[in-house]
């Protein structure tokens, strides 16, 4: 990178949230140190705001401010020098989303307006409203803003505010007025039907966005150059309507890019391969700067109980990869056996802060996030996201993008093979060269200029991966007649889709031979659909049966709608499934489709390989170049349903490093590991793997 000056906030850190605000009145700033201490934690997000009647009030600041209509005690007056003295950063919390109904009625003229005319409520329970970024609020919060920065304070974390779009709001005089000065036309109805009106909403509500926090951090900047200031931001496949949170738009104004990436509903065991997902998302776009993956003790919705130690540690070392850990404890919870698991995961980080400094990833493949597509193409599911109020929702429509991107991130956790998450402004301003190969997963909705630097790379050498509607609609959501990226998959467009499947089969097409030659049978399950294709150029490795009448059958025809199809082009190739394959993986888990994925990536595209165990292990490769030093960093995610670990034993590693090695060592297991090196490639013999590990390859 840049020889840009270091700020304190571009060092290793290990945040923590203590929630003690149920005892503000009384609980002793001596304790949130001690905590802090026992915790390894170098950051606190402060609280000082109550929040805990249905969201926040005037009467209950808990600092000196010209809005406070109550005279309570100042925890952040007493707290700065303590936190000074023991050197802990103080962050302070600022909940500018959720306040009290009581609190919001106060300004009718600041309400978040819905479609219907009536005023959004309910955020987390039954009495919390919202408040528009549009309106005076603004200039109320800002005052807030000024006051907190005038303590001696090293930052500010915006909670918030978000735009609704997704629950059809805002439609207050304040946005329609500004939605007419923009646009010269009425503020549309939400109909996410009208494409190009709701584009027109959804830039409206990111561009408000943008507006409100680069205001915000003027006042932020006018109060101190070391201060910082970052948000909460969109999680993985979170489309830009959802909340409004652009990541790329709002990060060029902040110092750094927080969002919830280990916050779980329930048992971390039902997606606990997303926590590490969303690390490596948020470091690619955060662009040089700090990220942050904020995880929660909760075992939501109930935040009092922790998930178990072996959850946390887990999800734990999954946000300290490539991007710095958050860990929120509430009070109530704080002896819980899941904050002795977090301490212990602070501790290592502290323990071992030097091989997690300035690290860059070793990654040879990428996998492509789409926003194009999370916003534009009809099959989109919508995650859980920590808002009581906001449910999952699944998308109804043939071809979804939200299941194809986890398909493709559990193949690749469960075939071991260390990735990148990168999205469409690294396909056209990054350096896609730097990978071995690219993965679209049902990525629909790409522009020219994306698909022109797709067809570059693979001419130049690249490998490219891509399943069913991968390119067929421009960036905008209009479909196109064929796929953009046709020359590469050596297959056009047919335009029609294939019956719903119920017990097909798929069929290599000429077994023992070419890609597929591993496979001990020469069928297996396929996918529900297919988009029929005609191929041009390409080699067809597997096709689909013809529709079958019965799972019970004695003989199953082959059709000749391709299943798996190869193109050459320049000195690079593709690989195309010209159907659902992510997203029926991710129905069904076929055991054999990960390792077509990886067959098909190559020994190549693995940075590093692990063998011997069963076990889903999570791999990252990170490299401090300077150093000619290379990290493996393992975690385990093979969590029973009660959350405890399976460890796994005697695991083989190795790695092809481009350094010299004479040592390698096992952070966690605290031992040199001795080693063998045959062709370049350094193997070694890992005892246990509990939650998580470090393997450290030095020169
Ligand atoms: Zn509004």
């Given at each position: ?7 304190w906030?571009?060092?290793p850190?290990?945040i923590l ?5 149920p ?5 002793p ?5 001690a905590?802090?201490k026992?915790?390894h934690a170098?950051v606190?997000?402060?609280h000082?705001?109550y929040?805990m009647r249905?969201g926040f009030?005037?009467?209950e600041m808990y600092f000196?401010?010209r809005l406070?209509?109550k005279?309570n005690?100042?925890?952040l ?5 303590l936190?000074?003295?023991?050197n802990?950063r ?5 909940n500018?989303h959720w306040f009290t109904?009581s609190?919001v ?8 307006v ?7 409520d ?9 408040l528009?970024?549009?309106?005076p609020?603004?200039?109320w919060?800002f005052?807030l ?5 005038s303590y001696?304070?090293d930052g500010?974390?915006?909670?918030g505010?978000?735009?609704?779009m997704?629950r ?7 946005c329609?007025?500004?939605f007419?000065?923009?646009h ?7 109909e996410?039907?009208?494409?190009a009106?709701y ?11 943008v507006r409100y926090y680069h205001d915000a951090?003027q006042?932020v900047r006018?109060?101190?150059s070391d201060?910082v200031?970052?948000g909460?931001y ?5 489309p830009?309507?959802a909340a409004?949170?652009v990541?790329r738009?709002?990060?060029p104004t ?5 969002a919830?990436?280990?916050f779980m509903?329930?048992?971390a065991?039902n997606?606990?391969y ?11 776009q955060?662009a ?5 993956n ?5 075992f939501?919705p109930w ?8 959850e ?8 300290s ?9 509430y009070?109530?919870?704080?002896d ?6 977090a301490?212990?995961?602070?501790g290592f980080?502290?323990?071992n802060?030097?091989y997690?400094k300035?690290?860059e ?5 990428a996998l492509?996030?789409s ?9 989109v599911d ?6 009581g109020?906001?449910d999952e929702q ?8 939200s299941?194809?991107?986890?398909g493709?991130?559990?193949?690749m956790v469960?075939?071991g ?9 690294y396909?056209?301003?990054g350096?896609?060269a730097?990978?071995?190969?690219v ?7 790409l522009?020219?200029?994306?698909c022109?630097a ?10 490219l991966?891509a399943?069913?509607?991968?390119s067929h609609y421009d960036e905008?959501?209009?479909r ?6 046709a020359?590469l ?7 029609t ?8 089969y798929g ?8 890609q597929?030659?591993w ?6 399950p396929?996918?529900r659909?297919?988009?029929q294709v005609?191929?041009?150029?390409a080699?067809?490795h597997a096709?689909f049966?013809?529709s079958?009448i019965?799972?019970?059958i004695?003989?199953?025809?082959r059709?000749d709608?391709p299943f798996?199809?190869e193109?050459r ?6 690989y195309?499934?010209p159907?659902m394959?992510?997203e029926?993986?991710?129905?069904i888990?076929?055991e054999?489709y990960?390792?077509?994925l990886?067959?098909l990536?190559?020994k190549?595209?693995?940075?590093a390989r692990?063998s011997?165990v069963?076990?889903?292990v999570?791999i ?6 300077n150093?000619?030093?290379?990290m ?7 969590l029973?349903g ?8 005697n695991l083989?590693?190795s790695?092809k490093?481009?350094h ?6 096992a952070?966690?297991?605290g031992k ?6 045959e ?13 998580f ?7």
């Amino acid at each position: 990178m840049s020889a840009k000056k270091q700020k304190w906030i571009d060092q290793p850190l290990r945040i923590l949230d203590l929630v003690f605000t149920p005892r503000l009145d009384d609980y002793p700033m001596e304790e949130v140190i001690a905590v802090c201490k026992k915790m390894h934690a170098n950051v606190i997000h402060f609280h000082c705001q109550y929040n805990m009647r249905g969201g926040f009030r005037d009467d209950e600041m808990y600092f000196k401010s010209r809005l406070s209509s109550k005279d309570n005690r100042d925890v952040l007056g007493e707290f700065l020098p303590l936190a000074k003295k023991a050197n802990i950063r103080t962050i302070v919390y600022m909940n500018l989303h959720w306040f009290t109904k009581s609190f919001v009625e106060q300004n009718p003229d600041w309400w978040v307006v819905l479609d219907s005319g009536e005023r959004l409520d309910h955020l987390y329970g039954d009495d919390d409203s919202s408040l528009c970024i549009n309106s005076p609020f603004r200039d109320w919060s800002f005052t807030l803003l000024e006051d907190v920065c005038s303590y001696p304070i090293d930052g500010v974390f915006f909670d918030g505010p978000i735009s609704f779009m997704r629950r059809q709001a805002c439609y207050c005089p304040h946005c329609r007025d500004l939605f007419e000065q923009q646009h010269q036309k009425e503020m549309p109805a939400p109909e996410q039907s009208n494409r190009a009106d709701y584009a027109l909403l959804r830039e409206f509500a990111v561009a408000s966005m943008v507006r409100y926090y680069h205001d915000a951090m003027q006042v932020v900047r006018k109060s101190g150059s070391d201060l910082v200031g970052y948000g909460n931001y969109a999680n993985v496949a979170e489309p830009d309507w959802a909340a409004g949170r652009v990541n790329r738009r709002l990060i060029p104004t902040m110092d750094a890019l927080l969002a919830e990436g280990g916050f779980m509903h329930g048992r971390a065991s039902n997606a606990v391969y997303k926590t590490g997902a969303s690390s490596r998302l948020y470091e690619t776009q955060a662009a040089g700067k700090p990220s942050i993956n904020a995880v929660s003790m909760a075992f939501s919705p109930w935040r009092w109980v922790s998930l178990t130690s072996s959850e946390t540690q887990v999800l734990l070392s999954a946000a300290s990869v490539g991007v710095n850990p958050y860990y929120a404890i509430y009070l109530q919870g704080i002896d819980m056996p899941g904050i002795e698991g977090a301490a212990e995961v602070y501790g290592f980080l502290e323990k071992n802060e030097k091989y997690y400094k300035q690290t860059e990833s070793g990654a040879k493949v990428a996998l492509l996030q789409s926003a194009q597509t999370l916003n534009c193409y009809s099959g989109v599911d919508i995650p859980w996201a920590d808002l009581g109020y906001q449910d999952e929702q699944q998308a109804q429509s043939v071809g979804n993008y939200s299941r194809s991107f986890y398909g493709f991130t559990e193949m690749m956790v469960r075939a071991g093979i260390p990735f990148d998450i990168v999205d469409e402004t690294y396909l056209t301003e990054g350096d896609l060269a730097r990978y071995e190969a690219v993965v679209l997963a049902n990525a629909a909705c790409l522009s020219d200029a994306q698909c022109t630097a797709l067809v570059g790379y693979v001419r130049n050498g690249g490998k490219l991966i891509a399943d069913f509607e991968s390119s067929h609609y421009d960036e905008l959501g209009s479909r196109r007649d064929d796929f953009a990226l046709a020359e590469l998959f050596g297959a056009s467009s047919e335009n029609t889709l294939s019956e719903h499947r119920r017990w097909d089969y798929g069929f290599v097409k000429d077994s023992g031979a070419g890609q597929l030659s591993w496979m001990e049978t020469e069928y297996f399950p396929a996918p529900r659909r297919n988009l029929q294709v005609k191929v041009e150029t390409a080699k067809v490795h597997a096709v689909f049966s013809n529709s079958l009448i019965s799972n019970i059958i004695g003989v199953a025809e082959r059709s000749d709608d391709p299943f798996l199809i190869e193109n050459r082009v320049g000195e690079g190739v593709c690989y195309f499934f010209p159907t659902m394959f992510g997203e029926f993986f991710e129905e069904i888990h076929p055991e054999m489709y990960p390792r077509m994925l990886s067959e098909l990536l190559g020994k190549s595209a693995r940075a590093a390989r692990l063998s011997g165990v069963p076990h889903q292990v999570d791999i990252h490769v990170r490299k401090q170049v300077n150093k000619k030093r290379t990290m493996i960093h393992l975690v385990n995610l093979e969590l029973s349903g009660t959350g405890d670990i399976l460890p796994a034993r005697n695991l083989k590693l190795s790695l092809k490093p481009d350094h010299k090695v004479r040592k390698v060592r096992a952070l966690r297991a605290g031992k040199k590991l001795n080693f063998e090196v045959e062709k370049g490639e350094v193997r070694v013999t890992l005892q246990e793997l509990r939650e998580f590990e470090v393997v450290v390859f030095e020169a």
